[in-house]
């Protein structure tokens, strides 16, 4: 790698680790869960859950092993944990970066767009300076993606090992076996017998998984992060965008309480049926709606990560909210002119990226490998399930893989 572009990545990452860690920015309400869980991975003998407690009930299976695993690697430290995912992200950072400087032509041109490229992927950095799973999936999604070309039995178990591990660091991969399986039968791509085999694995371990915390819930679900955001977060922002912030905020609130008399499985169900039914009275309604919300995803700068990473005033609503309701433009106005400015930057570049992935999958889609069919299954996985959920962090682990693809397009124009 270019020294100066080391240097310059390295003084990066380590400002917003130290910053984040300084500032006592490094946790979120979801790092608190990810923390309990590791702590409770390291009892020998723990006390059974009060199935009465709906909530202790549902972080059982709210939060996979994973990342909590990952923690207690560390022994919970957080200077080694965030010293760690540093080191990860520099890494990370430098594959990306050999891997990518044999295809181009122009090496010079390469080097300083791969520094602006990867200085302007700011939810990379923000991420690594906290107590997330993104980082680590976003690893995983790399490092399987690498091992696809090569042809050792190693490199396949590899493959399959983290292939298996995704879903049990983000629950949303947990269906991407079958899609990505699907993927490839479309694709017609030959020498593809160890993606279905790996799949098929993977899909095992998450059947076993989803019968064990039907053993111990008594609700057949991978995560219950599941009901949760189909509730929170799907069914509420499609009301939101019907009606208001408000009135859905009434309705989920009117759907919880209904519910909180009820035993776990009974209440889950609810949920579950609730949100389904008023979303498949108007399929196509929602389905743009939903699709909108993707590819919204696709752009957004990260104001909340700023927000929470710079201990930012939120003036207005979220712009995940606000563009729910109609209320997009009166919250611009209220974040600030310097921030808007830095957003709006990143929102561009954000497409911009995006758009140049996209269109070296276009221009290269009678030849595309196996590692191509991966990436653009992952990237194509992710965007439209997350729907009205997509957004910054969610596209964070999808930053290699649009880094990669994004640097290929624009510095080899024949391709």
């Known amino acids: 790698m270019n020294k100066w572009v080391n240097l310059i990545l390295?003084?990066?990452?380590?400002?917003?680790?130290?910053?984040?860690?300084?500032?006592?920015?490094?946790?979120?309400?979801?790092?608190k869960e990810y923390i309990a869980k590791a702590r409770q991975l390291g009892i020998d003998n723990p006390t059974p859950v009060d199935l009465n407690d709906k909530q202790a009930v549902r972080n059982i299976s709210k939060r996979p092993f994973a990342y909590p695993y990952f923690l207690?690697?560390?022994?919970?430290?957080?200077?080694?944990?965030?010293?760690?995912?540093?080191?990860?992200?520099?890494?990370?950072?430098?594959?990306?970066?050999?891997?990518?400087?044999?295809?181009?032509?122009?090496?010079?041109?390469f080097i300083i767009l791969f520094l602006i490229f990867s200085l302007l992927s700011v939810n990379l950095f923000i991420y690594t300076g906290k107590v997330m799973s993104e980082l680590l999936l976003a690893v995983l999604l790399w490092y399987s993606f690498k091992q696809i070309e090569k042809q050792s039995f190693f490199s396949k178990a590899l493959f399959t090992?983290?292939?298996?591990?995704?879903a049990f660091t983000k629950p949303v991969f947990f269906l991407f076996p079958i899609y990505f399986a699907l993927i490839v039968f479309i694709s017609k791509y030959r020498k593809a017998k160890w993606m279905y085999i790996a799949s098929v694995i993977a899909l095992l371990f998450y059947i076993s998984h989803i019968q064990t915390n039907y053993s111990k819930t008594g609700v057949k679900e991978f995560s219950s992060i599941q009901s949760v955001n189909l509730l929170g977060y799907n069914y509420k922002y499609w009301e939101a965008n019907k009606t208001s912030t408000e009135a859905a905020e009434l309705k989920v609130d009117s759907v919880i309480d209904y519910t909180k008399s009820?035993?776990?499985?009974?209440?889950?169900?609810?949920?579950?049926?609730?949100?389904?039914?008023?979303?498949?009275?108007?399929?196509?309604?929602?389905?743009?709606?939903?699709?909108?919300?993707?590819?919204?995803?696709?752009?957004?700068?990260?104001?909340?990560?700023?927000?929470?990473?710079?201990?930012?005033?939120?003036?207005?609503?979220?712009?995940?909210?606000?563009?729910?309701?109609?209320?997009?433009?009166?919250?611009?106005?209220?974040?600030?002119?310097?921030?808007?400015?830095?957003?709006?930057?990143?929102l561009v570049f954000n497409g911009l990226r995006f758009v140049l992935a996209i269109d070296y999958f276009r221009l290269n889609y009678k030849k595309l490998r196996m590692q191509d069919i991966y990436a653009l299954a992952a990237l194509s996985y992710v965007i439209l399930l997350s729907g009205p959920l997509n957004a910054s962090r969610f596209m964070m682990p999808l930053a290699p893989f649009l880094l990669y693809y994004s640097l290929l397009r624009i510095n080899k124009r024949s391709l």
């Not at 200077?79 to 760690?84: H, M, P, R």
């Not at 992200?89 to 032509?105: E, F, G, P, R, S």
């Not at 090992?161 to 995704?166: A, N, S």
């Open 262 to 346: 009820m035993s776990y499985p009974d209440e889950v169900n609810n949920w579950n049926r609730h949100a389904k039914e008023e979303i498949l009275n108007a399929p196509m309604s929602y389905g743009l709606f939903h699709l909108k919300g993707s590819f919204r995803g696709i752009v957004d700068p990260g104001r909340y990560d700023f927000a929470q990473t710079f201990s930012l005033q939120q003036n207005g609503d979220s712009f995940l909210a606000a563009s729910s309701d109609g209320k997009l433009m009166q919250t611009i106005k209220k974040i600030g002119f310097p921030l808007v400015i830095i957003l709006g930057i990143l």
């Open 10 to 31: 390295i003084c990066t990452i380590a400002f917003f680790s130290i910053y984040s860690y300084q500032n006592n920015t490094y946790t979120t309400a979801d790092s």
């Open 72 to 109: 207690r690697l560390f022994k919970l430290d957080i200077i080694t944990i965030l010293i760690a995912q540093a080191l990860l992200c520099y890494l990370l950072l430098k594959d990306i970066y050999k891997t990518t400087y044999h295809k181009v032509a122009d090496k010079r041109r």
């Open 161 to 166: 090992i983290l292939f298996t591990l995704l």
